[in-house]
């Protein structure tokens, strides 16, 4: 986490989408990685959130899947920031809606709370295939 937030004020990155990158390669260098960013202007009230929110997918895709390969595409949609975080890990993606998850904000319920409150829509599709988490802001 502490190497995470040293980029945010790493000189040499000037664009969400460098920060992207370079948190991409930070915590799953060691998988197979396709990423397609593109270069658009993000609101910088979403910077935080968005950086938030795709450390966490990143995280699970990793950590939690069992995948293999990880997708990551960026790009502004009709004026709107659409974030995808795919894997072929093992599936099974689900917002945490216990108590626990709520008190401690943990994974994809952070997730969902976070996009919430930026107005927008969070979309989870997870099969034994894998799983693709799409983010609109």
Do not use: W
């Amino acid at each position: 986490v502490r190497r995470e937030m040293y980029v945010l004020r790493d000189p040499q990155v000037t664009t969400f989408q460098d920060a992207l990158s370079q948190l991409i390669q930070d915590i799953c260098g060691d998988l197979q990685i396709t990423q397609a960013i593109s270069n658009f202007s993000i609101p910088d009230s979403h910077q935080l959130p968005l950086r938030a929110i795709a450390t966490e997918l990143l995280r699970n895709a990793k950590f939690h899947s069992g995948a293999s390969h990880i997708e990551v595409l960026l790009k502004s949609v009709e004026n709107r920031t659409y974030l995808e975080v795919s894997d072929n890990g093992v599936g099974g993606a689900q917002v945490n809606t216990s108590r626990l998850g709520r008190l401690g904000r943990l994974g994809l319920m952070g997730v969902k709370e976070r996009v919430e409150q930026l107005h927008g829509q969070l979309e989870i599709i997870s099969s034994e295939n894998g799983t693709r988490i799409k983010v609109v802001l």
